[in-house]
């Protein structure tokens, strides 16, 4: 690199601005990491819903930082799991079931942005990754911004640059996977003429199941395939090719008069086989992409940036041993693997055919049974999760659901504790002894926290 540019320095630098990118900025941020953000795209312009379901661990995982509230107060909560579409009720067979989140990604970018201004993370918007090398000391990435270049010395260097992840082509980590088959496009269009005040969810022998769903006040959503395989699938999509994809399979484009986000995606699957290349990580959709056909990529990634800050914080400002950081890759490769074959699952199933139609049939009567029903909504919800950690206890490696407790503070909860994820909060299981009060029933675990001082 060129010894004669501007040197900055940071601890961590974070490659990508979206959902996956500031969840992590903001939890190195809580461990006192000095991190820098590296975005291409101009602060502020964030603008679609992309993806806008949000899981119920995503947001337990928001509550225990205390943002759920606001992710609350914008969004519409969704107490079902769509399977492929289908619904699915694990409340019906479990009432303290959590419920998931309807929001546009680009609310869900801004809440995360806001925090992690509040908390102080560095910005470097309009400006990408233009090369990297790393050493036993640390990396170097040579970002390009509107006006100069500038070598960034740091620690460690996470891509969570998308898809199409710089960071990773130039890591040259292989991202193997299926080629894509179908094709479908998406986007956010004003329509004079609407097919109903909330949209349409339905499906037919040409384009199989699609669906037009009202996003924000004045916006639908559009998720469609194509009958026909686009002649260019790099090229942009356009205006026209939303309103002769709709036209082709739906026989109308229900008055389309302008759209502020536009893309399409296929059923191409691809997984890296190792998140981590010595001091380089990759999360979200750098390391893992499929069809967002049930609505998982968001929260894999904002899953992927929880297990891997604070492994981060604890060992630049911890004291943990740097070899805590292969266990992201053995925690989540195995996660992402599970999820993308229920991706594969979902997409199959949407598509048209008589053979499907008859399988959706079936898979929908399979949904209302209790085993079914909680066992894909377990992994959809993101509820299911366990860390290969051990066999010592049942519990061992699962998620801590958000208990209340009393205290000698008086009484608060699981997730209030874990606000400010500061490392020392630790769980032991026990049994009843008799100078606890109030006694449990029978003779059950009891959960005893530690928390940091």
Same mark, same amino acid.
């Not at 998308?162 to 080629?179: N, Y």
């Given at each position: 690199?060129?010894?004669?540019?501007?040197?900055?320095?940071?601890?961590?630098?974070?490659?990508?601005?979206?959902?996956?990118?500031?969840?992590?900025?903001?939890?190195?941020?809580?461990?006192?990491?000095?991190?820098?953000?590296?975005?291409?795209?101009?602060?502020?312009?964030?603008?679609?819903?992309?993806?806008?379901?949000?899981?119920?661990?995503?947001?337990?995982?928001?509550?225990?930082?205390?943002?759920?509230?606001?992710?609350?107060?914008?969004?519409?909560?969704?107490?079902?799991?769509?399977?492929?579409?289908?619904?699915?009720?694990?409340?019906?067979?479990?009432?303290?079931?959590?419920?998931?989140?309807?929001?546009?990604?680009?609310?869900?970018?801004?809440?995360?942005?806001?925090?992690?201004?509040?908390?102080?993370?560095?910005?470097?918007?309009?400006?990408?990754?233009?090369?990297?090398?790393?050493?036993?000391?640390?990396?170097?990435?040579?970002?390009?911004?509107?006006?100069?270049?500038?070598?960034?010395?740091?620690?460690?260097?996470?891509?969570?640059?998308?898809?199409?992840?710089?960071?990773?082509?130039?890591?040259?980590?292989?991202?193997?996977?299926?080629?894509?088959?179908?094709?479908?496009?998406?986007?956010?269009?004003?329509?004079?003429?609407?097919?109903?005040?909330?949209?349409?969810?339905?499906?037919?022998?040409?384009?199989?199941?699609?669906?037009?769903?009202?996003?924000?006040?004045?916006?639908?959503?559009?998720?469609?395939?194509?009958?026909?395989?686009?002649?260019?699938?790099?090229?942009?999509?356009?205006?026209?090719?939303?309103?002769?994809?709709?036209?082709?399979?739906?026989?109308?484009?229900?008055?389309?008069?302008?759209?502020?986000?536009?893309?399409?995606?296929?059923?191409?699957?691809?997984?890296?086989?190792?998140?981590?290349?010595?001091?380089?990580?990759?999360?979200?959709?750098?390391?893992?992409?499929?069809?967002?056909?049930?609505?998982?990529?968001?929260?894999?990634?904002?899953?992927?940036?929880?297990?891997?800050?604070?492994?981060?914080?604890?060992?630049?400002?911890?004291?943990?041993?740097?070899?805590?950081?292969?266990?992201?890759?053995?925690?989540?490769?195995?996660?992402?693997?599970?999820?993308?074959?229920?991706?594969?699952?979902?997409?199959?199933?949407?598509?048209? $055919? =008589?053979?499907?139609?008859? %399988?959706?049939?079936? /898979?929908?009567?399979?949904? !209302?049974?209790?085993?079914?029903? &909680? +066992?894909?909504?377990?992994?959809?919800?993101?509820?299911?999760?366990?860390?290969?950690?051990?066999?010592?206890?049942?519990?061992? $490696? =699962?998620?801590?659901?958000? %208990?209340?407790?009393? /205290?000698?503070?008086?009484? !608060?909860?699981?997730?209030?504790? &874990? +606000?400010?994820?500061?490392?020392?909060?630790?769980?032991?299981?026990?049994?009843?002894?008799?100078?606890?009060?109030?006694?449990?029933?029978?003779?059950?675990?009891?959960?005893?926290?530690?928390?940091?001082?």
């Amino acid at each position: 690199m060129n010894p004669n540019l501007s040197v900055s320095s940071a601890q961590v630098v974070v490659a990508g601005a979206g959902p996956t990118g500031l969840m992590l900025a903001c939890e190195l941020r809580l461990g006192g990491v000095n991190v820098v953000v590296v975005e291409q795209r101009e602060a502020g312009t964030a603008g679609e819903s992309r993806a806008p379901g949000i899981n119920a661990r995503s947001m337990e995982v928001f509550s225990q930082r205390g943002l759920a509230d606001e992710f609350l107060r914008r969004g519409r909560t969704m107490p079902g799991v769509l399977f492929s579409g289908l619904p699915m009720a694990p409340h019906k067979f479990d009432p303290d079931w959590p419920s998931a989140l309807i929001l546009p990604q680009h609310q869900t970018e801004r809440i995360l942005a806001a925090r992690a201004a509040e908390l102080g993370v560095r910005f470097l918007w309009s400006t990408s990754v233009a090369n990297l090398g790393q050493d036993d000391a640390g990396v170097e990435v040579l970002v390009e911004g509107p006006t100069e270049s500038t070598r960034i010395r740091a620690d460690y260097l996470v891509g969570c640059d998308g898809g199409h992840s710089v960071v990773r082509k130039l890591c040259q980590v292989p991202f193997p996977g299926d080629e894509p088959s179908s094709y479908w496009v998406v986007g956010d269009l004003r329509l004079d003429s609407p097919p109903d005040e909330d949209g349409v969810f339905g499906r037919n022998e040409r384009v199989g199941t699609y669906q037009i769903s009202r996003a924000e006040p004045g916006w639908f959503r559009l998720s469609l395939m194509r009958a026909t395989p686009p002649s260019d699938r790099t090229a942009p999509v356009t205006l026209d090719e939303l309103r002769e994809t709709m036209l082709d399979g739906l026989g109308t484009d229900y008055g389309l008069r302008e759209a502020r986000w536009m893309s399409r995606f296929s059923d191409g699957f691809r997984h890296v086989a190792d998140y981590r290349r010595g001091r380089v990580f990759l999360a979200g959709d750098a390391a893992h992409t499929h069809s967002p056909i049930g609505g998982q990529g968001l929260n894999l990634g904002i899953q992927d940036a929880v297990n891997l800050g604070w492994k981060l914080a604890a060992v630049l400002n911890g004291g943990a041993p740097d070899s805590l950081l292969d266990s992201y890759h053995q925690e989540r490769h195995a996660i992402g693997a599970t999820i993308l074959q229920m991706a594969k699952a979902q997409t199959a199933l949407i598509k048209p $055919g =008589r053979q499907n139609d008859a %399988l959706r049939a079936v /898979t929908a009567d399979l949904l !209302t049974t209790r085993e079914v029903c &909680l +066992r894909l909504s377990g992994i959809l919800s993101g509820l299911d999760l366990r860390y290969p950690i051990g066999d010592a206890h049942p519990l061992l $490696g =699962r998620r801590m659901p958000n %208990l209340k407790l009393d /205290t000698r503070h008086g009484a !608060t909860e699981v997730f209030t504790l &874990l +606000r400010p994820a500061a490392l020392g909060l630790t769980v032991t299981l026990g049994r009843w002894r008799a100078a606890d009060r109030p006694p449990p029933q029978g003779n059950q675990p009891v959960i005893v926290f530690s928390a940091p001082k």
